[in-house]
């Protein structure tokens, strides 16, 4: 059943021992969401778990305490809550689905949701899954700290691409702000997540060199990047910011990446006015209108020409998001 942010609350006071569980390749939001909410709850003297199906990529380990965060193992336990956050599937968040025995209670922003949950609350005008999350602990009136606001700021901040997509709104920058006043520090936070190592820029020249551009005519070009693994090595965690290059050149409508991941290919879409997150789904993926991502178990080649395909079909429907 859908339920209110109030109702939401009032199922986290009810539970006592819960579990707190994010969607695997996780971001800023996924994990600043998490952690924040974690140190509520275990502040309130809840008995609180926090499992997640993934690796915690190197550049969230300035996130107090990313450490706590466990992988689910092939035993099966019980709670009286598993919360799901920053996930539109149960499939996002890998084992953690037949770890615990729980009611579900889903906090959200995608616009793919499927609705999954026992309990969900999906605002898809959210920025991201940590302004719910603020609002959550403003309506029960949380001591929140320097740390859980930097978490906060850490998940609202990376999913609007610092207050630069279109997902901005006046309460992202309100929001923004308040956590600011609450201890949040946005030239800390952005350094550590700017920091790569120098491994990572060394391999762009390889990574520009697979670039192509397809034109479309009216419809303008899509721009796609590929991530071999024998490119990345061991960087594989470490690619984030490399869909901005195809991105961020004049006249492409779409970009894509395409990475080689052990289960498949990894896709990374981003428009400007077309909706991607219908081509995600149709593979089996999901997330925003201007940012979405799926996995193709196809090969590489078959995998690109399938997803080319569905976007010059989608650039040549024309129908622009609102
Ligand atoms: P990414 O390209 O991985 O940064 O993802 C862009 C957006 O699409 C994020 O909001 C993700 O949560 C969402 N997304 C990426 N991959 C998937 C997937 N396999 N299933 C559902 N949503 C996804
Ligand atoms: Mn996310
Ligand atoms: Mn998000």
Request: with cysteine.
């Amino acid at each position: 059943m859908e339920v209110s942010i109030a109702h939401s609350a009032k199922l986290l006071n009810e539970a006592n021992n819960i579990v707190l569980t994010a969607h695997i390749h996780p971001d800023g939001d996924a994990l600043g969401s998490l952690l924040a909410l974690n140190a509520y709850l275990s502040a309130k003297g809840k008995q609180v778990r926090m499992l997640l199906d993934d690796e915690i990529p190197r550049t969230f380990k300035f996130l107090s305490d990313w450490e706590k965060i466990e992988k689910p193992d092939s035993s099966e336990s019980e709670a009286d809550l598993l919360v799901v956050l920053d996930s539109s599937d149960l499939e996002r968040i890998g084992k953690v689905r037949n770890a615990v025995k729980a009611p579900v209670l889903n906090l959200d922003h995608h616009i793919s949701n499927l609705k999954f949950a026992d309990f969900w609350y999906v605002d898809s005008q959210a920025a991201a899954t940590g302004e719910i999350i603020f609002k959550l602990l403003k309506e029960v009136d949380a001591n929140i700290t320097a740390s859980m606001a930097t978490a906060l700021f850490t998940a609202i901040a990376t999913d609007c691409g610092f207050f630069r997509f279109a997902n901005t709104s006046t309460e992202t920058l309100k929001y923004a702000s308040e956590l600011v006043s609450l201890g949040a520090k946005p030239h800390i936070i952005s350094e550590h997540l700017d920091t790569k190592p120098l491994a990572v820029i060394e391999i762009l020249p390889k990574v520009l060199e697979t670039l192509e551009i397809v034109d479309c005519g009216q419809g303008g070009q899509i721009a796609a990047l590929t991530l071999r693994q024998e490119i990345l090595a061991n960087l594989r965690e470490d690619t984030e910011g490399f869909i901005n290059y195809p991105r961020n050149i004049e006249g492409v409508e779409i970009a894509i990446m395409f990475k080689e991941a052990d289960n498949g290919i990894r896709v990374s879409l981003r428009s400007k006015t077309v909706d991607v997150s219908k081509i995600a789904l149709a593979f089996g993926g999901g997330g925003h209108a201007r940012a979405a991502g799926c996995t193709v178990t196809e090969p590489l080649n078959r995998a690109k020409r399938l997803i080319i395909e569905a976007s010059k079909k989608q650039l040549a429907k024309g129908s622009k998001i609102e």
